[in-house]
């Protein structure tokens, strides 16, 4: 038989990587730091992904592989225990011809053996041990004594695996056992009437324009006059927002954008937030109730919409590098496909700043305070692998008009928020340099189409 010709490169499993962005418009991530500085970072940087990959790394990432014509039967997943408990190991057995003796092996790492049943004396060696050997002349009671054995964690985690060993001769088989302490559920009581006041807050920075924030204020008022509205504000004198259902917190002077959100979204008692800028207005578009749907029949976490007809969507997917430098990552507009039952909706990763969101997976993401002036695509980025995105066409909000404004007080806070809106050279870098740091990447690449 011929060899076959690969006609297309796809990487294996655990093969050794090393990705690359020479393709797209890469980010100057490490161009930001002072060069001196260079070797004692990446030797931190090391460090930390070092223990993020020892504390984060399952054992399940080890290819098993099945030999053929097995005389050994074994689960091939579905067995878990909680930590420091026992379970009886269903579906062992052995099918084998005719022999003098026969002996299999079961052996793991974190755990031990023990039977829940009685055993003639001289069949089980290693009861309470990492290793138990059963030794017969008899295969049916081989299998009859592998139908009540258990297995019991020792050691208390609340998510990892233990691999079993099973073998018989020179047969050798593997599967897993999950040692999982299962997540405590947080429910969210929506009231008698479902009310959708009781499912969702809005959430709102501000920062010096109130002029803004209270016509954004009356707008949801309109539609919604019984939602509840969190406002973080970093003004540098606060002015107090009065009015039924608003919660107003003040944080230091400029704190940040970030910051902001992070605060707004600790106050959420509801199981949605829904975020919004300042300066956006609620519209006959504005259906609130159209999102929770998205989210209370689909696994998505977050769902944007739309800002003026524009989505602002983006597809970041991941590459794997070495351990030396770190890993890839791409960002191109646009979305995967559509989400399923929801025609006007798609898959995407990045959504624009007008989003519902399941409050529980905002609050275990996080925004990073350090970003405080311009951020947005690096929360869905520390968000990649934990948040399930999607957008949405059929719901849109309103941006409020520039308006050139006459009264000289309204000129001035205008003039002093231009200096704070836009980060500057220095804030630039350090939000490149954060990114290639915290996230574990050597290159980000963009692409504009």
Not at 129 to 157: C, F, G, M, R, W
Request: net charge positive; proline share 6%; charged share 25%.
């Amino acid at each position: 038989m011929m060899p076959l010709r690969k006609i297309q490169e796809i990487p294996r499993i655990n093969e050794k990587n090393n990705c690359s962005c020479n393709i797209g418009a890469p980010l100057p991530l490490t161009k930001t730091y002072d060069q001196k500085d260079m070797l004692a970072i990446e030797k931190r940087r090391k460090i930390q992904f070092e223990q993020h990959r020892k504390r984060n790394e399952s054992p399940l990432k080890n290819i098993i592989i099945a030999q053929p014509n097995s005389p050994l039967s074994y689960p091939i997943h579905g067995v878990e225990v909680m930590p420091l408990q026992s379970i009886v190991i269903p579906g062992l057995s052995v099918f084998a011809i005719e022999r003098e003796e026969y002996m299999v092996k079961l052996t793991v790492t974190q755990g031990v053996f023990n039977t829940i049943a009685e055993v003639p004396q001289g069949v089980l060696k290693g009861l309470g041990d990492k290793e138990l050997t059963i030794t017969s002349p008899h295969l049916e009671l081989i299998n009859a004594v592998l139908k009540y054995i258990t297995y019991t964690s020792k050691k208390y985690h609340i998510d990892t695996v233990d691999i079993v060993s099973f073998q018989f001769e020179e047969h050798v088989a593997e599967f897993p056992i999950i040692i999982r302490q299962p997540p405590m559920p947080r429910l969210f009581d929506p009231g008698p009437d479902n009310d959708i006041s009781s499912l969702v807050t809005i959430t709102t920075k501000t920062f010096l324009r109130y002029h803004k924030l209270r016509i954004l204020i009356d707008s949801i008022r309109r539609f919604y006059p019984n939602m509840m509205i969190i406002i973080a504000d970093d003004s540098e004198v606060p002015e107090k927002i009065e009015g039924p259902h608003i919660e107003q917190y003040i944080m230091p002077f400029a704190k940040g954008w970030f910051a902001g959100r992070n605060l707004a979204a600790s106050q959420v008692t509801t199981k949605y937030l829904l975020w919004v800028d300042e300066d956006f207005l609620f519209t006959k578009d504005t259906k609130v109730e159209k999102l929770v749907e998205v989210l209370e029949n689909t696994n998505l976490d977050v769902v944007g919409a739309s800002v003026n007809g524009n989505q602002f969507q983006f597809k970041l997917w991941y590459e794997k590098g070495n351990d030396d430098d770190g890993d890839c990552l791409f960002s191109k507009p646009g979305s995967f496909h559509a989400l399923d039952g929801f025609p006007n909706c798609h898959l995407t990763s990045v959504v624009v700043n007008f989003f519902l969101a399941k409050t529980s997976k905002i609050l275990s993401v996080g925004f990073d305070p350090r970003l405080a002036r311009v951020a947005h695509p690096e929360f869905f980025i520390d968000g990649l692998g934990s948040l399930l995105v999607g957008s949405c066409t059929d719901v849109r909000i309103g941006h409020q008009k520039k308006v050139k404004q006459t009264q000289e007080s309204l000129k001035n806070v205008e003039r002093r928020y231009a200096t704070f809106r836009h980060a500057n050279k220095r804030q630039f870098k350090s939000r490149l340099a954060l990114v290639h740091f915290k996230n574990w990447l050597k290159c980000y690449a963009q692409y504009k189409h």
